[in-house]
């Protein structure tokens, strides 16, 4: 191997810092029968006592433990609260009630730019769909302008026929359990009412094996309001009574109107509050002392320990507050909440066994691998250019309809990649990324298509 880090690919190994892998959702007396020493209780948290090492439970359950690690995850921003037309798209719960409320819809509205709204506009059929986004650009979480110009025809065309059903099961959970309070490892909005039963997050096949089509016979039909944020959201007979029933051009009657900054106004069945997640941090804060990052989440150090003694934390809920390297950054993402559940257990049983751990290589890099509008994304390390100013020199590749490769380079040296559609190049990249190879003497030939450069660089 290139950098003198050989390693040995395992089944869904992309490359040594990517892996792609199947999210399925199995009952927890799957995990018990496989390892005798685990014991799931579907509970939810009432109280943690840091200090005293102990956890209460809504039921009445006292848990004494020696380590413990916070993996609670994140709640969705809403637009506003306790509004039956605005949707959050967390868990399997919210996605098959969306589903639901879809199968009668004719229009809805998405807000946010992230990853869910991302998949949803383009999996959406049979409705017309309004796309509020923020940003200048769709998608500016994971990429620039020149790659959304790339993705956006992908929305007026038709999608592919899915080669395979996804392996994806929902299980119900019996018992009390299941309408009390917050819950331990829940992911859902339901957590902060304290009404719903705990629910993992989605991943990121969510929207594979369920139908997400409309009431209309019309394919996709969306249209992007850029710049743009809801200002204000009114109910059907409030919006009458408005000023704005006589401003708007839309003439039907909906249940639910959504008035956006750019000043236009919107009738739908229905809003899709995908802004994005805050940490769930509430029900382990009172009493004790945690120190919280500036995005609420508990902060941890480079062995995912948060400042109560024997407590860790990993994944949504967490905040990494040890110094990065120059090629990695925390987003709250399924890829990163897996490494750091691994690496947080890591962390537990080395400290019960008096052992030193070193940081886990897969903070080394920023990887993602994922999938929009039918295509294959992988990001690397600072794709956007986080963090460099106008210290970055940007390369593009860009076959319409077929590819798009971007490359950040500072000094003459690989700093981050996006690579969209069938590259092949993600573990060339990596490795130069990880290097630091002066490539100064290739220039613009670095993207030539003409140009093996897998096989150069081997």
Known sequence: CPNGNPYTPLPGQVSKTLEEFDVEERPSSVLEEKYANLRVIQSAVKALHAQQHTLQSVD??????????????????????DNPYVLGIRDTDSAQEFQ????????????????????????????????????KAIGNTFFDAGAAQFLIPSLDTDKPERAATCKRARYTIEGPAATQGLAVGGDRQGQRRGLEEPGSALGPDWHEGISLRGAEEVPHRVSVEYQSEVKQIYTHQDFLLSPLASQTADTGSWPVYAQL??????GCDFIISATGVVPNTEPFLHGNSFALAEDSGLKVDDHMMTTEPDIYAAGDVCTAGWEPSHLWQQMRLWTQARQMGWYAGRCMAADVLSETIELDFCFELFSHITKFFNYKVVLLGKFNGQGLGLNQELLVRCTKGHEYVKVVLSGGRMLGAVLIGETD?????????????????????LLNPNIDIEDYFD
């Open 100 to 135: 639901k409320r879809l199968s009668k819809a004719k229009r809805i509205v998405v807000v946010g730019n992230g990853g869910i709204a991302l998949e949803l506009v383009y999996e959406v059929e049979g409705c017309e769909v309004i796309w509020v986004v923020k940003d």
């Open 60 to 81: 009445g359950l006292e848990i004494h433990y020696e380590k413990l690690c916070i993996c609670s995850g994140g709640r969705p921003k809403l637009l506003t609260q």
């Open 261 to 266: 900054t750019n000043g236009k106004t919107f």
């Open 425 to 445: 190049l993600e573990e060339t990249f990596e490795n130069l990324i990880l290097n630091q190879m002066d490539l100064t003497p290739y220039g613009e030939e």
